[in-house]
């Protein structure tokens, strides 16, 4: 069955997608490190614009950290793409 993907979908997966980030000692300094926030901030950061599209476009900046969230999830690596166009400064992502 293939998921449809709506903004409460895409804003769930971005949301589920950070907390296995915050859960894993490797990846979380690295998405500090790449955003510029501390651990305490992410919580008000996730409720910024963009700042879940952003989530997305780390995992998708970096295939093997999408994998494995996908494989641990049983998620199709193709809904990251489809969930970043949906959410709020997501739609740059052919902008480098």
């Known amino acids: ?11 769930d997966l971005a949301i ?11 990846l979380l300094p690295r998405f500090l490190a790449l955003t510029g926030i501390t651990a305490d901030q992410i919580r008000q950061a996730a409720q910024e614009p963009g700042f879940l599209a952003g989530v997305l476009q780390f ?3 970096h295939e093997p950290t999408l994998m494995r969230y996908c ?16 959410l709020p400064g ?3 992502e052919d902008v480098y």
């Open 59 to 61: 995992y998708l900046a």
């Open 71 to 86: 494989a641990a999830r049983e998620t199709d690596p193709a809904l990251f793409q489809q969930a970043l166009r949906l």
């Open 16 to 26: 589920n997608a950070l907390v296995f980030l915050a859960q894993d000692s490797e």
């Open 1 to 11: 069955m293939k998921q449809q993907m709506n903004l409460e979908n895409a804003q």
């Open 90 to 92: 997501g739609r740059q």
